[in-house]
């Protein structure tokens, strides 16, 4: 584990490789789980403010569920969390004409309708953050659906925290993030990684 300011990181964040291949995993995480998204507590209003905006993106199935249960919810564990259709797939997702799940909030943002890209929790992933009362720990998540990810992140030699550089620096900022290089400029130096 390193410690940077009040963050405990995983040597695995800095250690194992993966980047995103959604031809192959056609964004299962976006369908697979036991919960919605974990939202920080701003995202909630947030989603209360742009859902009329990404509204029209969503399914017809999304839509009736966001009107029966909300546009986010608190879930068994008391976390609060983007609803789920079935108990499957996030109510903030569509399918693309490849049959390749994503996400309605971050089509909007790309569109320009919005400002907000998506929840961190789900911009950060493979990266959980688990909050304590005197600082956060920061884990890689390994999920037998992200296989495909692992593989084409060895392939390419990228680690974890360079393929999350955009949502680490939006989370953390610039700062944060370069200290993570330095971090793993040393722990290389150190041969305390492959």
């Known amino acids: 584990m390193i410690q940077i300011d009040d963050k405990i990181i995983s040597t695995d964040i800095f250690e194992k490789r993966f980047v995103c291949n959604l031809d192959k995993c056609k964004g299962e995480c976006c369908v697979e789980g036991e919960?919605?998204?974990?939202?920080?507590?701003?995202?909630?209003?947030?989603l209360e403010d742009i859902y009329p905006l990404i509204k029209p993106y969503l399914l017809p199935k999304a839509i009736e569920e966001i009107e029966k249960q909300g546009k986010w919810i608190v879930d068994s564990d008391g976390d609060k969390v983007t609803p789920i259709i079935n108990g499957r797939e996030c109510v903030y997702t569509y399918f693309d004409d490849k049959g390749i799940c994503k996400c309605a909030i971050d089509k909007a943002y790309q569109d320009g309708l919005i400002d907000f890209k998506k929840p961190v929790s789900c911009h950060l992933y493979p990266i959980r953050v688990t909050k304590y009362p005197d600082f956060?720990?920061?884990n890689y998540h390994t999920w037998p659906i992200c296989h495909p990810a692992r593989e084409l992140g060895s392939h390419l030699g990228v680690p974890v925290y360079k393929f999350l550089k955009e949502p680490i620096i939006r989370k953390y900022g610039e700062a944060f993030y370069e200290e993570m290089e330095d971090v793993e400029e040393t722990l290389r130096k150190q041969g305390m990684l492959k």
Do not use: H
């Not at 939202?39 to 947030?46: K, Q, R, Y």
């Open 35 to 46: 919960s919605g998204a974990p939202l920080e507590e701003e995202e909630t209003a947030i």
């Open 136 to 138: 956060e720990g920061l």
